[in-house]
């Protein structure tokens, strides 16, 4: 079992960049697939990027070239770097843990909102 707990969550303007941190404890963090996700209001969950144990990536089309997912095993740290900002990419950005591989696991942190705005 893993707890995760988001947090670089915040106000920025368009173009602006922030950087969202994941951090986990209660197990052994290098073998989940860590994805981060995010849902606007009255939309559905959607992924943004996500990594495997193996270190290989994942992104949709919407975020590539923008956001930058990295993790530091030893910290039990995921990090989403989120640059080129647009008011679309406002909303709740949630981490995501899988031990199995790919796909949606049961593990979700409690969520860190990102508005984008002027």
């Known amino acids: 079992q893993v707890q995760l707990v988001e947090s670089g969550g915040g106000l920025v303007q368009p173009g602006g960049s922030l950087r969202l941190s994941c951090v986990a404890s209660?197990?052994?963090?290098?073998?989940?697939?860590i994805g981060w996700y995010r849902q606007a209001p009255g939309k559905q969950r959607e992924l943004v990027a996500a990594?495997?144990?193996?270190?290989?990536?994942n992104y949709p089309d919407s975020v590539k070239g923008r956001f930058t997912i990295s993790r530091d095993n030893a910290k039990k740290t995921v990090y989403l770097q989120m640059n080129s900002l647009k008011p679309d990419d406002t909303a709740v950005y949630y981490c995501?843990?899988?031990?199995?591989?790919w796909g949606r696991g049961d593990y979700w942190g409690q969520g860190t909102q990102v508005t984008v705005s002027s």
């Open positions: 995501n843990a899988n031990p199995l591989g």
């Open positions: 209660g197990s052994i963090f290098s073998i989940y697939t």
């Open positions: 990594i495997n144990s193996g270190g290989s990536i």
